[in-house]
């Protein structure tokens, strides 16, 4: 009876003995999960914080920017002067964009630039050409002396009234990739694309005999 009185006893303190082994085992356990918990809160925090911060960054992009001044002259006196930015034609398969890319994927050589006006309907007033066999109504200068910046000018005499409602500036790509660039001079064998092109707020009124001074800043950033 004694043996047996005391077997249970031995079995309760090894029991007890044997949860609180548990219990502490099972305490370091829970420290050291939580630890790893806690680390990695800490990473996926850093980590959302890093991802925040480049959402939060400025976006950077290559720009091309047009400048245009025009201004109207009645013997040599300045009536007007207008400025104003355009901005570089895209998307239509024959815009600057691709005339970019043509260029510098090498597939064709620069040729001619042109530049043009009409009135607000769309009817053309004058194209200036640095052509050398596009019959426009006058020639036009590009000069890319300023690193960075294509500058395009020139004048018109206007032959009646117009008024100025929108303007553009196209580039020519010679038709030939084996054209050299000294060679690529014509116009008419030429793809012309649609590199810049701005509607005016108002018109700019241009009376018979007054000539129009145009210049075009491109420049990029």
């Known amino acids: 009876m004694a043996f047996g009185g005391k077997r249970p006893r031995r079995t309760l303190v090894f029991a007890v003995a044997g949860l609180l082994c548990v219990g502490a085992g099972v305490g370091v356990g829970r420290s050291a999960v939580f630890d790893q918990l806690g680390k990695v809160g800490r990473v996926t925090t850093a980590s959302q914080s890093q991802a925040n911060h480049h959402t939060a960054a400025p976006v950077q992009s290559v720009a091309v920017h047009g400048r245009w001044t025009i201004k109207v002259f009645d013997q040599n006196r300045l009536l007007s002067e207008r400025q104003f930015e355009n901005a570089l034609v895209t998307g239509s398969g024959g815009g600057g964009d691709a005339a970019i890319a043509r260029l510098l994927t090498r597939q064709d050589p620069m040729g001619p630039w042109l530049l043009a006006a009409s009135d607000a309907g769309g009817g053309s007033l004058f194209q200036l050409s640095n052509a050398a066999d596009h019959s426009v109504q006058g020639p036009l200068t590009v000069d890319g002396a300023t690193i960075g910046h294509v500058i395009l000018s020139g004048n018109y005499t206007a032959g009646a009234n117009i008024s100025i409602g929108r303007v553009a500036t196209f580039v020519s790509l010679c038709t030939s990739s084996a054209t050299s660039p000294d060679a690529c001079v014509n116009y008419f064998g030429s793809y012309l694309f649609n590199f810049t092109s701005a509607t ?11 000539i129009v001074q145009v210049k075009v800043d491109i420049s990029f950033s």
């Not at 005016?200 to 007054?210: C, E, F, R």
């Open 200 to 210: 005016l707020a108002s018109p700019v009124a241009v009376a018979n005999g007054q």
